[in-house]
T-cell receptor
Framework: GAVVSQHPSWVICKSGTSVKIECRSL??????MFWYRQFPKQSLMLMAT?????????EQGVEKDKFLINHASLTLSTLTVTSAHPEDSSFYIC??????????FGPGTRLLVL | AQTVTQSQPEMSVQEAETVTLSCTYD???????LFWYKQPPSRQMILVIR??????QNATENRFSVNFQKAAKSFSLKISDSQLGDTAMYFC?????????????FGTGTRLQVTL
C-alpha cells in the first residue's frame, strides 16, 4: 500500500513551452500533496503544499505564477511549469500525505529545458 | 523552526556488516515524527522507517532499526547485514505532529556505499 505515481518520468521541452507533471496517490486518498525540487547531490527543497480544493501554499522564493499547482481531487495533484527556461531544468518529486503522519513519494520527473 | 543535521556526508560498509548513520535535530516541539528515507540511484524516495516521538520504544523494520534519544535529540539508523541494494543516499527527516499534514524538514543526507 501507499503507492504514489508520477507522470511523466522524463520530459524534454523547448524553452518557452509549458510542461505539466501529474502526481497520483494510487491506493489512498491524499488531501495534501507536496511538490519538491532536487538539484544534483542535494537534499529536497520544498516548493509548495497542495491542498485538495484550495489554493496551494508556496514556499518563500518560489514563483507561484511560474509553478502552477492544481489539486483537483483526493488522488491527483498537478504541477505546471509555465514558460519553462533552461534554469528550470531539474528533478521534481511529489509526495502524498497519508493520515497526516507520513509522506510517500512519487518516483520523480526529470525535466530538461533546451 | 526545526533543523536536521546529518554530519556524515559519506560512509562505506562491507556487505554483511553493520553500519550506523547519525542524525541530530533541533526543535522546541514535543510531539513529532522522525523518518529515515532512502534514495537509491533511481532517485525514488523510499520510506525506510518511522518513529513517533511519544513512543519510547525504538522502531524496527527488518534489518533497519533506530536509536531514538529524545532528550539528546538524536535519531540514528542502524543497518544490519548490509546488502549491495542498500547503496543509496539516506535522508533523516522531521515532521511536526499537528493533526494535519505537515512539512518535512530534511537533513543534507548521507551517501552510503556497500562494497563486496
Amino acid at each position: 500500500g501507499a503507492v504514489v505515481s508520477q507522470h511523466p518520468s522524463w520530459v524534454i521541452c523547448k524553452s518557452g513551452t509549458s510542461v505539466k507533471i501529474e502526481c497520483r496517490s494510487l491506493d489512498f486518498q491524499a488531501t495534501t500533496m507536496f511538490w519538491y525540487r532536487q538539484f544534483p547531490k542535494q537534499s529536497l527543497m520544498l516548493m509548495a503544499t497542495s491542498n485538495e480544493g484550495s489554493k496551494a501554499t508556496y514556499e518563500q522564493g518560489v514563483e507561484k505564477d511560474k509553478f502552477l499547482i492544481n489539486h483537483a481531487s483526493l488522488t491527483l495533484s498537478t504541477l505546471t511549469v509555465t514558460s519553462a527556461h533552461p534554469e528550470d531544468s531539474s528533478f521534481y518529486i511529489c509526495s502524498a500525505d497519508r493520515f497526516q503522519e507520513t509522506q510517500y513519494f512519487g518516483p520523480g520527473t526529470r525535466l530538461l529545458v533546451l | 523552526a526545526q533543523t536536521v543535521t546529518q554530519s556524515q556526508p559519506e560512509m562505506s560498509v562491507q556487505e554483511a556488516e553493520t553500519v550506523t548513520l547519525s542524525c541530530t535535530y533541533d526543535t522546541s516541539e514535543s510531539n513529532y515524527y522522525l523518518f529515515w528515507y532512502k534514495q537509491p540511484p533511481s532517485r525514488q524516495m523510499i520510506l525506510v522507517i518511522r518513529q513517533e516521538a511519544y513512543k519510547q520504544q525504538n522502531a524496527t523494520e527488518n534489518r533497519f532499526s533506530v536509536n531514538f534519544q529524545k532528550a539528546a535529540k538524536s535519531f540514528s539508523l542502524k543497518i544490519s547485514d548490509s546488502q549491495l541494494g542498500d547503496t543509496a543516499m539516506y535522508f533523516c527527516a522531521f515532521m511536526k505532529r499537528t493533526g494535519t499534514a505537515s512539512k518535512l524538514t530534511f537533513g543534507t543526507g548521507t551517501r552510503l556505499q556497500v562494497t563486496l
